[in-house]
């Protein structure tokens, strides 16, 4: 166990806290709330950005670049959006310094001051749709299907690294449609994008639904979200996708000529996903020896440690480990021999088992007498002796076996902590002793929510696409309820 | 000739600007001084992005991200950074907005007023040495070898699409060392990088040199720079690489341990290369029918057209265009089969030449009877008729001939307008009749620079690494020189 982590169990929070420090991860800046992602953590956000941007370009869709300036009244052109954006935001109001009169410092230069101020953007769909406005005349300007890659600013008051800053790195999809089946069609193709991303390079399981109108996005008609559940009982969501209706072509009056020859507002969807993310792989996979991360997101997917006593042991280990690495670089594995002087082969594996490496191999003078090679998987920590020349078969078929367990532990830890409750005592209940997911009955009101989360701290996360008609009695008032819904306290 | 285009011949400033906005690439925002980048000049950028990172990465640098924000009392931390960097900036003085009591709009909360203002970063050296200073305590945390890829503001009156924005992106490497030798090699390293990709990649030939004291860096001992010729005889800085020496890391307090066991400071290095790329891309290539891209950073590289009378006819040519494409693809080519029917092949080609994609091949029915396709290439405009199973060997090598020729062409422009003057009246003359790139000697002082750039608005673009060391007498002051150095107005 890496002695200098907080144990999991005992502390979770400062567990995870001390693990993004320790692996190299990200550490708190001087400016209040806003992280610096150091190399390690960013090569992973690099990992989900070449990912991600794959899947968006299989889907037609773009990449460009807006303002991160927006002016101070775009905001409330929208009026739910005012509400939800507006309030929390970095204000620039001025546009130079000059030097102090008293020769100390620089200080702002009050004759410099902006007619009228400017927000970095904490969201892009004013900027984008006020650009949209001189794009789109008739329904061949139609789709428009634009992400954004960029940094964002929130001003939140309470910040955790990855989960909760005031500046972070996200991507905006910004998309433009003819007709409200078709933005439909897409909000619902993005959220699949997102799951499928979560699934399959995350290894994190989600749930996909809706939100309640109380958790929407400001200024959209439906808001769909995926939620994966955290090693402490909490959800954490992980992307949303947003139908936006006509509210956006509307507030920035951008209309087409239909087919037909009329006049009508564009339909839009927005959807993002942000470097929370690696605050969500962190928090389902790692333990208490550090970072388990998935071989599809690992920046360093295989190290090779040389065990030796004397330079003339560590020169012909060289040899060995070097043509491992050539041979498995090769076939698209990255690689990295750790031959490093200044650190015991001890406190080597304990270090890149915190940076959750998947794969680790270990060289000893025996093992060249023998032919064999040490190999062990960061998930299971299970080691074992291998013939040398079998590795370049079997390492690419383990990378995928740790991908798989990876989800499947995840998942069979979702599927343990998940409860199906109809008795109020019993939703307290859990809440309280060791959290989860919780479908149970909800009355739809947000009345009802609003008690809930009073009384509990938990939400409705989501409105699960996939749960069945089946009625019943809510949770908490006893009215009648179509379907059971997704509650937890979530990040 | 694109007709909507303003003749190059007559109107350089304003040909340029129509090409941008005409050819898609980018627009004014509402925002004053800040661009959208739309997505066919942002596909241009990510082609930028994936070569210099890849060449990045295979000089040992790694990747990060610093915060935006940076609080106004770094500025004044080193002498001269201040003086270069702080006066024309964005400053935040806000962190949250409130309804208007009138109920109109929203207003800036004055009670959230920032005890320090926060600058958006227009460089980062200050927030990021500030981070080393943690990070580093002996020479085994060096060297750190990061790069960054960001948006920054300078907030700049006269604005111009790419060239000169508030807001751009770019790049900007910041690297710390044990000792001044291994700085200096850094900074050198990094200028020949971006030498290599301007020439390889922006068939860009480009000067590579030493800037003058007057036009260095603020805050770096030595700037070195690649200068590069455009169409209209001016000059632009395509990419700097600093030797900041140890003025930062005294700035911060950054120290470490020597393997001696002495106390120094740490030697410094930082490079940058921007979206102002993009503009020297176009003014370097494009003519008076659009856009030249050279084929290695276009997002397409080759289109196809049918030209057709029906659709039975269209039938055929598709598939005949299909097969031609998904081969094409095989082989890594990126192609694009334009079968929309709502405009004529005319308003296509023109629309590619505009655009500047490579290759053009047009197939009709003759073609399909006969076996051919048409082939044309946008840097010479030539076409023929060829065998349509020679294009996939055909291709690649013409792509390849095509980076090379327009290279060529761009350097065979910089010989005919580098000139080697003696004489003032005659740099003068050069100047105010077609400009150019002038060697001339120059005597050393910032005196004599300035006051040739008062009377030409010439500037020293760099002293060049290869000039031999030919003594001389100055140009202006007639005073003892040791060598050349390279005048021409700019960008």
Same mark, same amino acid.
């Given at each position: 166990m890496a002695k200098f982590l907080t144990n999991r169990e005992e502390n979770y929070a400062q567990w995870y806290n001390d693990l993004v420090i320790k692996a190299d991860m990200a550490e708190n800046s001087v400016v209040r709330g806003c992280m610096v992602i150091k190399p390690y953590g960013y090569a992973i956000w690099e990992k989900i950005q070449s990912a991600l941007d794959r899947m968006f370009k299989a889907t037609g869709h773009v990449n460009a670049y807006f303002p991160l300036f927006i002016p101070?009244?775009? =905001?409330? @052109?929208e009026a739910a959006h005012v509400e939800g954006f507006a309030k929390e935001c970095a204000v620039v109001t001025h546009y130079r310094l000059k030097n102090d009169e008293t020769g100390k410092g620089i200080v702002v230069d009050?004759?410099?001051?902006?007619?009228e101020e400017l927000i970095?953007?904490?969201?892009s769909e004013t900027i984008i749709w006020n650009s949209y406005k001189n794009w789109?005349?008739?329904?061949?300007?139609?789709p428009i299907l634009i992400n954004q890659w960029a940094n964002v600013v929130r001003w939140e008051m309470r910040t955790r690294l =990855?989960? @909760?800053?005031?500046e972070f790195l996200w991507q905006e999809g910004h998309t433009a449609h003819a007709t409200r089946e078709e933005a439909i069609e897409e909000t619902e193709r993005m959220i699949n994008v997102y799951s499928d991303f979560a699934e399959n390079f995350m290894a994190l399981p989600v749930i996909k639904g809706y939100k309640s109108e109380t958790e929407r996005?400001?200024?959209?008609?439906e808001t769909y979200a995926i939620e994966a559940l955290m090693q402490d009982g909490k959800s954490l969501q992980a992307g949303t996708s947003h139908f936006l209706g006509q509210n956006f072509a509307r507030a920035f009056d951008v209309q087409f000529t239909d087919k037909t020859g009329k006049l009508d507002y564009v339909w839009a969807t927005s959807w993002g996903l942000s470097t929370r993310m690696i605050g969500a792989l962190i928090m389902a996979h790692a333990d208490n020896h550090g970072l388990v991360i998935p071989p599809k997101l690992a920046p360093l997917q295989v190290v090779i440690i040389p065990i030796y006593k004397n330079s003339e042991q560590l020169g012909k280990l060289t040899v060995t480990a070097l043509k491992i690495k050539s041979k498995l670089e090769e076939t698209g594995i990255s690689v990295k021999y750790d031959d490093r002087d200044n650190n015991t082969p001890g406190w080597k594996f304990a270090d890149y088992e915190l940076k959750g490496v998947p794969v680790r191999l270990a060289i000893g003078p025996r093992d060249l007498e023998n032919g064999t090679v040490e190999i062990a998987r960061r998930d299971t920590l299970e080691k074992k002796s291998v013939a040398a020349d079998s590795v370049y078969k079997l390492i690419p078929d383990l990378l995928k076996e740790i991908q798989q367990n990876i989800f499947n532990k995840a998942l069979k830890f979702r599927d343990k902590n998940t409860y199906y409750i109809d008795k109020w005592d019993d939703f307290v209940k859990i809440l309280d002793d060791q959290g989860g997911f919780i479908m149970a009955h909800w009355d739809g009101t947000a009345e009802t929510e609003e008690k809930i989360k009073e009384e509990?701290?938990?939400?409705?996360r989501c409105i699960p696409f996939?749960?069945?008609g089946k009625e019943g009695k809510c949770i908490y008032s006893g009215k009648p309820s179509k379907r059971r819904v997704l509650f937890a306290r979530s990040y």
């Open positions: 101070k009244s775009f =905001f409330s @052109r009050p004759s410099a001051r902006l007619e970095i953007r904490p969201t789109i005349q008739s329904y061949r300007d139609l =990855f989960l @909760r800053t005031a996005f400001a200024g959209a008609i509990t701290k938990a939400t409705i996939d749960t069945t």
